[in-house]
T-cell receptor, first 112, second 111 residues
C-alpha cells in the first residue's frame, strides 16, 4: 500500500489565493519531502522537513509536519498561474534513508 | 554544480524489442541512484535503486533490469518490451538524505 497519500487529488483556485495540500503517511519516517512536477517534466525538489521539525518555510512555501498524526501540509501563499503543476509528497523511511516513497500527487490549477 | 542527464527524451518501441535507457550524473561522487516509472496522472513507482557500483536493489518484480557500470551511470534495460512497460521513466540521484534530484525523464511508448 502507498506510504504517502495526498489530498485533494485536484485543486483549482484563483490567482492570489492560497493553496493547501495535505499528505498522510503510514510508517515512521526519517524525513518528508515535497516535489513539484510540471506536465511531462521531471520532478523538482521543493522542500525537505526532518522528522524532528514541525514547520519550514521557503519563499511562498510553508510546510508543516505532525508526526503524531503522520501528516504534512504544503501551503502556497499568493498563488500564481505559474504554480500550476502536480505536487507530490515523499517520505524517506526510517531504514537508512535510501528509499523514498511517493504519493499519487495533487494536481493544482491556478486560474489567472 | 550537479547535473543529471537522461536520454532519450521520447522513445517508441515495438513489443518484443529490447530497451536501454541511460542516466548519468555530473558534479557529485558516490550518489544513490534511482529509476522510477510514472503512469499517466499517477505518482512514482520506485523500480530500482543503487547505493554503489554494481549494487542494484529491485523493488518490484518486472520485465526490467538495471545496471550501474560506473559510479555516475545508471542504465535501465529490457530484453523484450511488453505493452505494460509504457510510461514515463525518471532517473534521480541523492546524497546524504537531502532529497532526490530528478532528470528530465524518458517517455516510452510500446506499440
Amino acid at each position: 500500500s502507498q506510504q504517502g497519500e495526498e489530498d485533494p487529488q485536484a485543486l483549482s483556485i484563483q490567482e492570489g489565493e492560497n493553496a493547501t495540500m495535505n499528505c498522510s503517511y503510514k510508517t515512521s519516517i526519517n524525513n518528508l519531502q515535497w516535489y513539484r512536477q510540471n506536465s511531462g517534466r521531471g520532478l523538482v525538489h521543493l522542500i525537505l522537513i526532518r522528522s524532528n521539525e514541525r514547520e519550514k518555510h521557503s519563499g511562498r512555501l510553508r510546510v508543516t509536519l505532525d508526526t503524531s498524526k503522520k501528516s504534512s501540509s504544503l501551503l502556497i501563499t499568493a498563488s500564481r498561474a505559474a504554480d500550476t503543476a502536480s505536487y507530490f509528497c515523499a517520505t524517506a523511511l526510517n531504514t537508512g534513508g535510501f528509499k523514498t516513497i511517493f504519493g499519487a500527487g495533487t494536481r493544482l490549477f491556478v486560474k489567472a | 554544480s550537479q547535473t543529471i542527464h537522461q536520454w532519450p527524451a521520447t522513445l517508441v518501441q515495438p513489443v518484443g524489442s529490447p530497451l536501454s535507457l541511460e542516466c548519468t550524473v555530473e558534479g557529485t561522487s558516490n550518489p544513490n541512484l534511482y529509476w522510477y516509472r510514472q503512469a499517466a496522472g499517477r505518482g512514482l513507482q520506485l523500480l530500482f535503486y543503487s547505493v554503489g557500483i554494481g549494487q542494484i536493489s529491485s523493488e518490484v518484480p518486472q520485465n526490467l533490469s538495471a545496471s550501474r557500470p560506473q559510479d555516475r551511470q545508471f542504465i535501465l534495460s529490457s530484453k523484450k518490451l511488453l505493452l505494460s512497460d509504457s510510461g514515463f521513466y525518471l532517473c534521480a540521484w541523492s546524497v546524504h538524505g537531502t532529497g532526490e534530484y530528478f532528470g528530465p525523464g524518458t517517455r516510452l511508448t510500446v506499440t
